[in-house]
């Protein structure tokens, strides 16, 4: 059983720069779905297997894919998947390596997560470590839906092993995420995840309570749900943290494609890869916790720069989500709301620019906003600031879009464009084996 359970672990890990681990040959060794989820071995190395899933090869997808897209790094590399990325524009292929890697890495995670939750009952646990194993894998689902969704018009939000797996709008894929997180929140509650669960599984690198509610907020912004997201974000301990820990066996995987081998893959660009309208004080914290100064361009003409923040060292954690995202998440929620609320706004926006303690030292530590006092410009500075303070987390896509920024023209290697795509293609191996693939969108 040990063998088998290490052969799970190590085909997850392998997926770290693949798009799935392709062995589909027979595995006499391998262990039987039975066999995984019939012990507590089984089910807790599936568990840690799916977080290491995300959190190697899902992060990097998650991260990169959309960077390039909406021009927060610039490819250094002739690989054709980046260049393919970089030019954009109605031609971006379906079989785009970084376009299969997001959709297939976040379906593996929902996958993994429903047979847990399917399965954990089934096994002889303590109550709080069951509780644990099931909130987790909501989590992690919620996660993956909401990933989906970010990048992709419709979704699929439960796997079907007939290959014919419905797809819905993104919209209510966000709904089902919220639906999860909520069934995960209600979950812990009524019963504390054991030391068990926590000693097993995160390590304590993940606060489920915090990290649940910050997705909860998360996806009620991004689904229009504004008092909720301002109370889901508002309940949330600033001072917690939770993180994707790292090793030599499972490297930081932006680490991996900007550092490894001194052969990067990207770059970040200069001022966030915002245009030149968008101006920061030079003594913003972010832009040296972010960026190291480099007066050079990409084979596009794009300037960059060097990397630096959480992304420089090979087994540096990276953080599941940046606290004062709260604050960004409560002061444009009090904007979009039917009764803007201007005042609660620019409190909440000012508590990230006047930072000077963020646990993980995003601090911009700059003066409070002292621009015009209506929505639309608020609005503008929160767009900034997102782009700032929450620098490749895999946001600037639906936050460009979501901020009303230039729609794309739909022609490859215009490189002035903020973005050169709005949602991106289904990937032919998904086309290929599921009937009910929706159409691509235009751009």
Request: aromatic share 10%; hydrophobic share 40%; charged share 20%.
């Amino acid at each position: 059983m040990k063998n088998s359970i290490k052969y799970i672990i190590i085909c997850m890990s392998l997926s770290l720069g693949f798009v799935s681990c392709e062995t589909d040959f027979d595995n006499p060794n391998a262990a039987t779905e039975e066999q995984t989820f019939s012990s507590r071995e089984g089910i807790f190395a599936t568990a840690v297997g799916m977080q290491q899933l995300f959190s190697t090869s899902g992060v990097r997808w998650i991260v990169e894919t959309p960077a390039i897209t909406t021009r927060e790094g610039g490819i250094t590399t002739t690989f054709q998947n980046m260049i393919e990325l970089e030019d954009g524009g109605s031609d971006l292929p379906n079989f785009n390596s970084n376009v299969q890697g997001l959709w297939s890495t976040m379906l593996r995670v929902i996958k993994i997560a429903e047979d847990i939750e399917a399965n954990t009952a089934n096994i002889e646990l303590d109550a709080g470590t069951q509780s644990g194993l099931i909130a987790h894998a909501k989590l992690f689902k919620a996660m993956a839906i909401g990933s989906l969704a970010q990048n992709y018009e419709q979704v699929i939000v439960a796997t079907s092993n007939n290959n014919d797996a419905a797809f819905v709008p993104r919209a209510q894929a966000f709904a089902t995420a919220l639906t999860l997180l909520g069934e995960a929140s209600s979950q812990i509650t009524s019963t504390a995840p054991s030391d068990e669960f926590i000693n097993g599984i995160t390590l304590g690198n993940i606060d489920l309570e915090n990290t649940i509610a910050a997705m909860t907020a998360r996806y009620n912004l991004f689904a229009g749900n504004y008092d909720a997201a301002i109370a889901a974000a508002s309940s949330v301990d600033l001072t917690s943290t939770s993180i994707f820990a790292y090793d030599s066996q499972n490297l930081n995987p932006i680490w991996a494609r900007v550092f490894q081998n001194s052969a990067p893959n990207f770059k970040p660009r200069d001022n966030f890869g915002l245009p030149a309208g968008f101006t920061f004080d030079p003594a913003d914290g972010r832009l040296a916790f972010y960026l190291v100064a480099l007066d050079e361009t990409n084979q596009n003409g794009l300037p960059i720069e060097d990397l630096a923040g959480f992304f420089n060292v090979s087994t540096g954690s990276l953080p599941v989500y940046i606290p004062d995202e709260m604050n960004l998440i409560i002061a444009e929620a009090h904007l979009r709301s039917g009764s803007p609320n201007l005042a609660a706004a620019t409190a909440a926006l000012d508590e990230v620019l006047t930072d000077t303690d963020d646990p993980f030292n995003v601090n911009a530590n700059v003066a409070a906003y002292a621009g015009d006092n209506t929505a639309d410009a608020l609005l503008m500075e929160v767009f900034k600031n997102r782009r700032a303070e929450l620098f490749l987390t895999g946001m600037s896509l639906e936050d460009s879009r979501r901020f009303g920024r230039p729609q794309p023209s739909g022609a490859a290697m215009n490189y002035a464009e903020e973005r050169n795509r709005n949602f991106y293609p289904y990937p032919d191996l998904e086309r290929n084996s599921n009937p009910n693939t929706p159409d691509d969108p235009s751009i």
